[in-house]
């Protein structure tokens, strides 16, 4: 059983360079969210979805959209790479928020 | 908008009992959430509290009083393992998850 799986583990992007962090979840899980994490600080929310169809933002949206067309899948797109957007991001999926949320390796992108 | 606060750092001993306390404000309160995270790993869950008083799960508890909207987390002899960092985090009534900054542990021999 993979759990939830995040794939690059790492990656490097140039300003203004647009890329998909891909995130899937083989437990069936409605919930899934997308959180960043800078240097000796919390997760901050990005996007979540309740299930397939239905996304909404966080507390730091801007900058990133994401899309959910299945319930195993929930890739985030940066739009345009900034070097603010250097940090370990990670994806994560549950029966609902209120439950144990099961979350992937991370993806530590830099932004030079 | 919702606001967390826990200690940025604790340092105990080995064997030791340690408490780290969580306040927080949002509005729709669901729940509060734990999670431990080691150094390079990602975030694992420790408990969840949706009502007033103490969840145990082994050497770890957790406590909730939504009056206060305050909660702790409780380990218990502390082995060296448990050095990492440790988030309080919260549900709303919009399904959000919101962590707060975390607390890094460290046990000392």
């Known amino acids: 059983n993979a759990g939830v799986t995040q794939t690059p583990k790492f990656q490097v992007l140039k300003t203004g360079q647009s890329m998909t962090l891909q995130c899937a979840q083989d437990m069936n899980h409605e919930y899934m969210s997308w959180y960043r994490q800078d240097p000796g600080m919390g997760l901050r929310l990005i996007h979540y979805?309740?299930?397939?169809?239905?996304?909404d933002q966080g507390e730091v949206p801007n900058g990133y959209n994401v899309s959910r067309s299945t319930t195993e899948d929930f890739p985030l797109r940066l739009l345009s790479a900034a070097p603010s957007q250097t940090s370990v991001y990670f994806c994560?999926?549950?029966?609902?928020?209120?439950?144990?949320?099961?979350f992937g390796q991370g993806t530590r992108l830099t932004v030079v | 908008g919702q606001s967390l606060e826990q200690p940025s750092e604790v340092t105990a001993v080995e064997g030791a009992i340690v408490q780290i306390n969580c306040t927080y404000q949002?509005?729709?309160?669901?729940?509060l959430s734990w999670y431990q995270q080691h150094d390079g790993g990602a975030p694992t869950f420790l408990s969840y509290?949706?009502?007033?008083g103490l969840e145990e799960t082994g050497r770890f508890s957790s406590f909730l009083s939504r009056s206060d909207s305050y909660g702790y987390l409780l380990l218990q002899e502390l082995q060296m393992k448990d050095s990492a960092s440790y988030f309080c985090a919260v549900i709303n009534a919009g399904n959000m998850l919101t962590f707060g900054g975390g607390t890094r542990l460290m046990v000392k021999p």
């Open positions: 979805s309740v299930g397939a169809g239905i996304t």
């Open positions: 509290n949706a009502l007033d």
């Open positions: 994560a999926s549950g029966e609902g928020a209120g439950t144990e949320a099961f």
């Open positions: 949002t509005s729709g309160f669901y729940g």
